[in-house]
T-cell receptor, first 116, second 114 residues
Framework: DSGVTQTPKHLITATGQRVTLRCSPR?????VYWYQQSLDQGLQFLIQ???????AKGNILERFSAQQFPDLHSELNLSSLELGDSALYFC???????????????FGPGTRLLVL | DAKTTQPPSMDCAEGRAANLPCNHS???????VYWYRQIHSQGPQYIIH???NNETNEMASLIITEDRKSSTLILPHATLRDTAVYYC???????????????FGQGTRLTINP
C-alpha cells in the first residue's frame, strides 16, 4: 500500500459525458501527478500540481483539467469523453519540499475508465 | 531526461536471481536511476533508486557501472509475485522545484517461471 488513494476504482460512462477522478496523496506530500496509461501509448504524464498550484503540464488534452485543493487532494476532470479516453488513470504523490533533492513518486492503484 | 534501453522481455526461474539490465549511455551527472515495476495494471510500484553507488533495500539491489552508462536491477530470490513489467527511468532532481515527471519507456516484461 503506497498511501495514495484513488476513487473510483472503475468508471463506465458514455461518449460525450464528463467524469471526475479523485486522488488523495500520502500524508505530508505536497505534489500530485496525474498519468494516463492506454494500451497503445503506455504510461504518459498529464499534469503536476504542487501545493495547490499547477507546476508542469504534459500531453494533457484541453478537454481535461485538474486542480489541487487546500487539503492537497486532487481531482482530474475529463469532459466530452471519447472512446479513446478509455484508459487507466494513475495519481502519484511526492513530498516535493523546498530544497529537497531526491524525491520518489508513489502511485495510487488507479482508476479504470471505460467510455462506451 | 536521458533515454533508457531495456530488453522487452526476460524469463527467470523461481528462486533464482533475476538480473534486469538497463542502458542509459547519455545520462548526465545529476541524473538518478530509478526502478519501478507494474504488476498487471496495478499502480507502478517504486523499487529502488541510486546516483552512482550501488544500493540495496528489502526489495532489490541496484548495481550502477562506474561510468554510469548502465545499471542492473537484481531481485535476489525471484518469486512468482515478481512477475511484472519493470521500468528503468533516469531523472534529474532540480532542487527547490518539486519532483519532476517520470518518463516511462516500454520496460522489461519479467516472467518468473515455477
Amino acid at each position: 500500500d503506497s498511501g495514495v488513494t484513488q476513487t473510483p476504482k472503475h468508471l463506465i460512462t458514455a461518449t460525450g459525458q464528463r467524469v471526475t477522478l479523485r486522488c488523495s496523496p500520502r500524508s505530508g506530500d505536497l505534489s500530485v501527478y496525474w498519468y494516463q496509461q492506454s494500451l497503445d501509448q503506455g504510461l504518459q504524464f498529464l499534469i503536476q500540481y504542487y501545493n495547490g498550484e499547477e507546476r508542469a503540464k504534459g500531453n494533457i488534452l484541453e478537454r481535461f483539467s485538474a486542480q489541487q485543493f487546500p487539503d492537497l487532494h486532487s481531482e482530474l476532470n475529463l469532459s466530452s469523453l471519447e472512446l479513446g479516453d478509455s484508459a487507466l488513470y494513475f495519481c502519484a504523490s511526492s513530498v516535493a519540499a523546498q530544497g529537497a533533492g531526491e524525491e520518489t513518486q508513489y502511485f495510487g492503484p488507479g482508476t479504470r475508465l471505460l467510455v462506451l | 531526461d536521458a533515454k533508457t534501453t531495456q530488453p522487452p522481455s526476460m524469463d527467470c526461474a523461481e528462486g533464482r536471481a533475476a538480473n534486469l539490465p538497463c542502458n542509459h549511455s547519455t545520462i548526465s551527472g545529476n541524473e538518478y536511476v530509478y526502478w519501478y515495476r507494474q504488476i498487471h495494471s496495478q499502480g507502478p510500484q517504486y523499487i529502488i533508486h541510486g546516483l552512482k553507488n550501488n544500493e540495496t533495500n528489502e526489495m532489490a539491489s541496484l548495481i550502477i557501472t562506474e561510468d554510469r552508462k548502465s545499471s542492473t536491477l537484481i531481485l535476489p530470490h525471484a518469486t512468482l509475485r515478481d512477475t511484472a513489467v519493470y521500468y528503468c527511468i533516469v531523472r534529474a532532481h532540480p532542487v527547490g522545484q518539486g519532483a519532476q515527471k517520470l518518463v516511462f519507456g516500454q520496460g522489461t516484461r519479467l516472467t518468473i517461471n515455477p
